[in-house]
């Protein structure tokens, strides 16, 4: 069983900095491509931030330069660092796992969301 779990957000201020984790289990996490997505109310899930199996990066231009996506494969854990936030980072975010075998299946995990607000 696939289980991925975000922890890690909360209110915080503008200005003010977060770090969220996922824990996966159930997984080869260490071949998984991963990401996190985030979703504001009424507006789609939208991509914040991926790294690759080999450790590749890359971001949405919205958050370059403030967050920063890291994994511990020795722990089945990845990572968001947020900093510098705003008011419109406001969302819930997910933990995506992802993997397309040689086979051409597709894996496609979700985590169950975690609520990031930032607000005065």
């Known amino acids: 069983q696939v289980q991925l779990v975000e922890s890690g957000g909360g209110l915080v201020q503008p200005g003010g900095s977060l770090r969220l984790s996922c824990a996966a289990s159930g997984i080869i996490f260490s071949i998984f491509n991963m990401g996190w997505y985030r979703q504001a109310p009424g507006e789609q899930r939208e991509l914040v931030a991926a790294i690759t199996n080999d450790g590749s990066t890359k971001y949405a231009d919205s958050v370059k330069g403030r967050f920063t996506i890291s994994r511990d494969n020795g722990k089945n854990t990845m990572y968001l660092q947020m900093s510098s936030l705003k008011p419109e980072d406001t969302a819930v975010y997910y933990c995506?796992?992802?993997?397309?075998?040689?086979?051409?299946?597709?894996?496609?995990?979700w985590g169950q969301g975690s609520q990031v607000t930032v607000s005065s």
């Open positions: 995506n796992a992802k993997r397309t075998s040689t086979t051409m299946r597709i894996y496609d995990y």
